[in-house]
């Protein structure tokens, strides 16, 4: 898959790719990420991308022109038709089913805003999704940008150690969608505090059951929109019913 990013600061992304465990997806090219500067495409002695917003207000906003000329210049490289998506508090907000799609993709034009956003009629004509963090707003799209591509980049085969460890993440449907539990490591005693003594004892079946008691109670506590879906979806059994009324 290829992501085109579409940034005024490309430079951002450089320790991204060669970071960590994701750059495994990046560096075989399983994930690929081209970058593309808008400014390149700007006219006139100071290649202007921005412009102060007709009507008036604070801040500036990006031109429409060097925007399209961008996006002209990626299609011409690609074979496909990609989606583009912009980065915008007007989004879908971005969750573990909408990576799975992604990741399941052929990638997409990521359109990484700046300033006061980007001028809606650009948006009006070329743009297919809109992606959201959260109810906060960024600076850029860039930091959206990276959220959505080690996400992707994760679930790529071969990224993780373990090929089942994405599996284990909170919100997976093998998790029936709650939050992941607790864990430990050495050594079993730290300032006073110990590790659980079901996790030594051995017993694979009372290790699984804690575990998923684990579960239940912190997402019944901090995300209860999530066990109301586990239920309607039937994931949850006489057993979880049972402990979660103990709560």
Known sequence: MQFDVVTLFPELFAPFLTTGITRRAFESGQVRVKFSNPRDFATGNYRRVDDRPFGGGPGMVM????????????????????????????????????????????????????????????IDA???????????????????????????????????????????????????????????TRPESWQGREVPAVLLSGHHLRIERWRRDQRLALTARLRPELIEAARSNGNLTQLDEAYLSTL
């Open 63 to 122: 031109m429409t022109e060097p925007l399209e000329q961008c996006l002209v210049a990626i299609r011409a490289q690609r074979t496909d038709l990609a989606p583009v998506v912009l980065f915008s508090p007007a989004g879908q907000a971005l969750n573990h089913h909408v990576v799975t799609q992604w990741a399941a993709s052929e990638g997409a034009v990521l359109i990484c805003g700046r300033y006061e956003g980007i001028d809606q009629r650009f």
């Open 126 to 184: 070329h743009v297919t999704e809109q992606i959201s963090l959260g109810d906060f707003v960024l600076s850029g799209g860039e930091i959206a940008a990276m959220a959505l591509l080690d996400a992707v980049a994760r679930l790529q085969p071969g990224v993780l150690n373990d090929a089942d460890s994405h599996a284990q993440d909170s919100f997976n449907p093998a998790l029936d969608g709650l939050l992941d539990c607790p864990h430990y």
